[in-house]
């Protein structure tokens, strides 16, 4: 079992940034992609930054590509999601997310999530 706690939501202007927090405790050894979902009001959710526990490598959904940073913090078992250039667009309740994996590689699904945390709101005004 993985449990994942985010902080760091808030309401801030377009423009601005945002950095959000996962503190990840459990059963962590193994491999994981480990990293970030979202869902918008009345949108689907979406896969939006990942990391593979095991090759470091970080994958990104294309809306966030280039202004969102996923990483970790080995020593503090905690996982951030640093947000810049917000867009009222990103607007969403943002959840932490592990998926158990053999894989050498992550997929920004739902499907194969298996970890979600309880999630907390980021709000963006124009």
């Known amino acids: 079992q993985v449990q994942l706690v985010e902080a760091g939501g808030d309401s801030v202007e377009a423009g601005g940034s945002l950095r959000l927090s996962c503190t990840v405790s459990?059963?962590?050894?193994?491999?994981?992609?480990m990293g970030w979902f979202r869902q918008g009001p009345g949108k689907e959710r979406e896969g939006i930054a990942l990391?593979?526990?095991?090759?470091?490598?970080?994958y990104y959904a294309d809306s966030v590509k280039g202004r969102f940073t996923v990483s970790r913090d080995n020593s503090k078992n905690t996982l951030y999601l640093q947000m810049n250039g917000l867009k009222p667009e990103d607007t969403a309740q943002y959840y932490c997310?592990?998926?158990?994996?053999?894989?050498?590689?992550?997929?920004?699904?739902?499907?194969?999530?298996?970890?979600w945390g309880q999630g907390t709101q980021v709000t963006v005004s124009s």
């Open positions: 990391i593979h526990t095991y090759s470091g490598r970080t």
């Open positions: 997310v592990a998926d158990v994996t053999t894989r050498n590689y992550c997929l920004l699904v739902p499907s194969v999530i298996n970890y």
């Open positions: 459990g059963s962590t050894s193994g491999r994981y992609c």
